[in-house]
């Protein structure tokens, strides 16, 4: 008889137990009297959304997603920038008002993100009455401590980025035509020189505390951190926080002098405290906050935004959690080109969650990333069709469980041929949550992809070896261990199916259909996997399975992509 006693088999194993990841949460571990926000940058609606937006929003939704499945309190806010001389002037071209322009942009993302199943809790329009309002406190809160004076500012200015540069921050270069113009350093954008009298807030005062904000090592990934210690350790000028109404009046007025536009980009970062409530009463203190952003904004959230809210009193961001751009075909999305990626023709080609699962499991925020539906397509087919989708649907046909339910575990009847690959199917199973976590915690979702990835495959390769088909028409002991692999793969899909719910929810919930996982059961928080294997009770053995929902990804048609 096969007999390898179930400690023998487990020994080296602890149970799977999930509680003790939920502790170790990087944040919003519920420690905390107010929610954890989660924030996208809110959108510019001088365009329709692109690849970029859908990428930052995506980012956003599974770290929210996630830490609803570890049982974290948190909310999610997006929206849209509405304000700005560049919609005023679109609106211009477009024979169009401003307001009208900003509602039909505005209603373009919200659609675009319910298409991508973005889980917002909030989304803000800078031209709201509460936003308004936000704003005006906010200005009035820094007048009050000082931080705002008048006074004339000249310098290169940048339409396409609403942004005063120093002589530092742009270089002299030559457009098409032959001309010298200057650009900015960070965009390439056209600046132009410009003298005129606005309201300014003394930034340079705030350079220490700056630093000292930084010391918290609230920035991510390292390469951006580095970014911003090398700006901090030079001086910071005053920072320009008004536009003459006459030229910018698209915007929210200065509260105490309605010929001044509050600059954009202050009256565009204040949405966080909007959704986060401010200035109700109930609104103190500032809670724990998390800001998605692309690289192109960095300065603007990295070095003014903290410096705004501790000039008002409050603490600045808990965590920056920046990311890179995607390129096509390895050159910059341009219209000019006709390269720029439809999201809404990716989701039509590709579905919801094959989209999301290509951005998440091929980005990388530390890099700049490449989009080809060659890329996208030997990728889906290869671990969501192939890998994931063969897996599940090899162990639930009828052909090998036509009982169509959960078979018991029988750990007395592990073969010694098999035990050495079992101990490390089970290792790899066991440490994947505590892996998933990690890379979570630390911004890093295509590492966290690529482990479950990595196990998927472990998991097919042993179910490959074992063949249980072969088994179940064996002798009784034969067949004892082929309901054990049986067990152990629909377990480890359960798994699998749980981690993924954040990444790519609408297939996470057909593998825990088809698997027959009751609701309350599809969370990390207090959840237990593998318990059989140790001879424990497990509440799914001799339980049915759920309809048979078909190939769980089909596999994409080479010609019809390319």
């Known amino acids: 008889m096969w007999y390898f006693g179930k400690w023998q088999i487990v020994r080296s194993l602890r149970k799977c137990s ?27 609606v001088n365009a329709a959304p692109h690849l970029g937006h859908v990428y930052s929003a995506l980012l956003a ?34 024979g169009s008002e401003p307001s009208k322009l900003c509602t039909k942009v505005s209603q373009q993302f919200r659609t675009m993100f319910d298409a991508m199943a973005i889980s917002y809790t909030d989304f803000v329009r800078t031209t709201e ?7 005006c406190d906010f200005w009035k809160t820094l007048e009050e401590q000082g931080y705002i004076y008048k006074g004339t500012y000249q310098g290169w200015y940048c339409t396409s980025d609403e942004a ?9 270069c030559k457009d098409l035509e032959g001309n010298k113009i200057r650009v900015s350093l960070e965009s390439g954008h056209e600046v132009q020189w410009m003298s005129e009298e606005n309201y300014m807030f003394r930034l340079s005062s705030l350079r220490p505390k700056l630093l000292c904000w930084l010391q918290t090592d609230p920035i991510r990934p390292a390469p951006f951190f580095h970014i911003v210690r090398q700006w901090l ?51 103190s203190p500032w809670g724990p906050s998390t800001h998605f952003l692309g690289k192109d904004i960095l300065r603007f959230h990295a070095i003014y935004w903290p410096a705004f809210l501790i000039a008002a009193g409050l603490p600045p961001p808990s965590n920056l959690f ?22 809404a023709e990716c989701i039509i080609q590709y579905t919801r969650d094959g989209l999301r699962y290509f951005l998440l499991r091929n980005g990388s925020p530390e890099r700049d990333c490449d989009f080809t539906h060659n890329t996208v397509r030997k990728l889906l087919n290869s671990e969501l069709s192939d890998a994931l989708g063969g897996l599940l649907n090899r162990c639930t046909a009828n052909t090998i469980n036509p009982q169509q339910s959960w078979p018991h575990y029988q750990y007395m009847n592990v073969p010694p041929s098999a035990n050495d690959e079992l ?26 992809l690529e482990a479950i990835d990595s196990s998927i495959r472990c998991s097919n390769a042993f179910f490959q070896s074992q063949a249980p088909w072969k088994l179940l028409k064996g002798g009784e002991e034969e ?84």
């Open 423 to 448: 101990q490390r199917l089970l290792g790899a199973l066991q440490e994947l949550p505590g892996k998933v976590d990690q890379f979570m915690n630390i911004f890093q979702v295509h590492k966290a």
């Open 233 to 283: 350790e030079e001086e910071l000028p005053d920072l320009s926080v008004s536009r003459q109404r006459n030229r910018v009046s698209w915007g929210i007025p200065v509260p105490s002098d309605p010929s001044h536009t509050i600059y954009v980009w202050l009256d565009a970062l204040v949405n966080y405290l909007t959704a986060a409530g401010y200035p109700n009463p109930d609104f």
């Open 129 to 135: 009455p509460r936003h308004a309002q936000a704003v």
């Open 479 to 562: 067949k004892a261990w082929g309901y054990s692999v049986l067990y152990l793969t629909l377990e480890a899909l359960r798994l699998y199916g749980t981690l993924l719910q954040p990444a790519i929810p609408g297939l996470a919930k057909t593998i825990l259909d088809r698997l027959g996982v009751a609701n309350v059961y599809r969370t990390l928080k207090g959840n237990q996997f593998f318990t059989a294997v140790w001879g424990q009770k497990c509440c799914y053995q001799g339980q049915a399975l759920g309809p048979d929902c078909g190939l769980l990804y089909p596999r994409l048609d080479r010609e019809k992509h390319l």
């Open 164 to 172: 005063f540069l120093s002589e530092e921050q742009t270089t002299e």
């Open 61 to 94: 939704d599974v770290q929210h997603r996630y830490s609803a499945l570890c049982g974290r309190d948190t909310r999610l806010s997006t929206g849209t920038d509405e304000h700005g001389i560049k919609v005023q002037q679109a609106a211009v071209s477009l």
């Open 322 to 343: 920046v990311h890179s751009h995607w390129t096509c075909e390895g050159v910059k999305m341009s219209k000019s080109l006709q390269n720029v990626v439809d999201p």
């Open 18 to 44: 999930l509680l003790t990841l939920v502790s170790k949460a990087g944040y919003g571990d519920g420690r905390n009297a107010r929610p954890h926000l989660l924030t996208t940058p809110i959108f510019y």
